[in-house]
């Protein structure tokens, strides 16, 4: 089998297919193939529409404003200068603000307690065998860093409390000590103050005139405060007997006679 594919009428592509029987040779087929006529457009060609003529706008022509001139005529330069800004109120001339403090070389300024932290990072590889190997050349960093917490308030104790709080267990190799010193003193926490202790009760004293009164343990409708001699806890009303109340009897002892 033998086949081509040529463009026929109206642009179309068309495939042609040859069968034979007996075996042929691209030339011959080209041949036989050339012989056979190619099938005519069956559609219809539509004819093209010729467009309308145009319609013109309505009024008179007229030239667009853009490109006339000014009706004023202008004989003076009119240069496009800013506008004039509105004029400042007088305000009170404020005192002059105090010059900074130079800082240091390095743009940081220097910490009071910087040589306290330079002797607290000299004492850290005494806590601790892990931290023997600091690297010389980081104690000033880790020193700047022990001096923000001598600045917050604390104390030594608590950066190396701080510094023995965050290694690890015994038997862990620390293969960084500086690194893992700077990582712990890198944030510095709030100092927490204690707690102030509760104020002391305060004791009710009594006026001049009351001291050294006592409350009667008789039978009274209000309280009634009385001044003793001794040890007594009953007024003078409430120790006198009335006279209808019998004088109370001392109890005497029974003597047992024989018999």
Do not use: Y
């Not at 041949?31 to 013109?56: F, H, Y």
């Amino acid at each position: 089998m033998h086949e081509r594919r040529v463009q026929g009428a109206g642009g179309r592509w068309v495939t042609q297919q040859l069968v034979s029987s007996t075996p042929l040779t691209s030339d011959a087929a080209a041949k036989l193939l050339a012989r056979t006529p190619l099938p005519g457009c069956t559609d219809r060609v539509t004819p093209q529409v010729v467009p309308s003529p145009r319609k013109p706008a309505a009024g008179p022509p007229t030239t667009p404003a853009t490109d006339g001139h000014p009706d004023k005529d202008l004989k003076e330069d009119t240069p496009n200068l800013p506008a004039e800004p509105a004029e400042a109120v007088d305000e009170p001339a404020s005192a002059p603000a105090p010059a900074p403090a130079p800082a240091p070389s390095g743009g940081t300024p220097t910490s009071p307690h910087l040589e306290d932290a330079r002797a607290l990072v000299g004492a850290l590889p005494l806590l601790s065998p892990a931290l023997r190997h600091i690297p010389p050349g980081m104690r000033d960093e880790l020193a700047r860093l022990a001096a923000r917490w001598l600045d917050a308030g604390h104390s030594s104790a608590d950066v190396h409390e701080r510094v023995l709080r965050g290694l690890p267990g015994a038997g862990t190799p620390v293969h960084r000590p500086g690194g893992l010193v700077r990582h712990l003193l890198r944030d510095v926490p709030p100092r927490t103050l204690p707690a102030p202790p509760p104020p002391a009760p305060t004791r009710i004293r009594l006026s001049v005139r009351l001291e050294g009164t006592r409350e009667c343990t008789g039978h009274h409708t209000q309280p009634m405060l009385f001044r003793p001699l001794a040890d007594e806890n009953l007024c003078a009303e409430c120790a006198t007997p009335t006279p209808n109340e019998p004088m109370p009897m001392p109890e005497r002892d029974h003597v047992h006679t024989p018999s």
